[in-house]
């Protein structure tokens, strides 16, 4: 795209609002959940009116298998968790975007899900500086 071109995307205010971004991949931009709980990333295609995987072009999802993977692989890499936890729900925002969780035996919500565990915890803003520092290296 050219400087000053709009694609036409614009990213869901309620995931803006709980995330902050980290890296463009390609296909998706990566951000990261402001919830000090567990590292939380979201993967977001930037494409208009795909709410489903299946809205996107075959490539587009291979495209996403391809990112989905070298995520999962540097987070579990930098957080050493017991497992990565992959989610696609969009039941409550509907613009579609992968929830890349580390979870760990110790982590609060364990062995349960994530979702609606309020309140969040947000990152001080040094140790989510740090954090994402480690994270576009480990990429």
């Known amino acids: 795209m050219l400087p000053g071109e709009k694609s036409g995307f614009e990213l869901d205010p309620r995931l803006e609002s709980a995330s902050v971004p980290v890296i463009w991949l390609g296909l ?31 490539l587009d999802q291979a495209m996403l298998t391809f990112e989905l993977n070298m995520v999962s692989k540097a987070l579990k890499s930098l957080t050493e968790c017991d497992t990565v936890n992959i989610g696609v729900t969009c039941n409550t925002v509907r613009q579609l975007h992968v929830n890349v969780v580390a979870r760990s035996r110790h982590d609060p919500a364990w062995p349960g899900p994530i979702w609606d565990n309020e309140p969040r915890q947000p990152y001080g803003r040094e140790a989510r500086r740090v954090f994402l520092e480690k994270l576009r290296a480990a990429m």
């Open 28 to 58: 998706c931009e990566l951000r990261l959940v402001d919830d000090s709980r567990w590292p939380w990333l979201l993967l977001v295609p930037q494409r208009t009116d795909a709410d489903e995987m299946h809205d996107l072009t075959p």
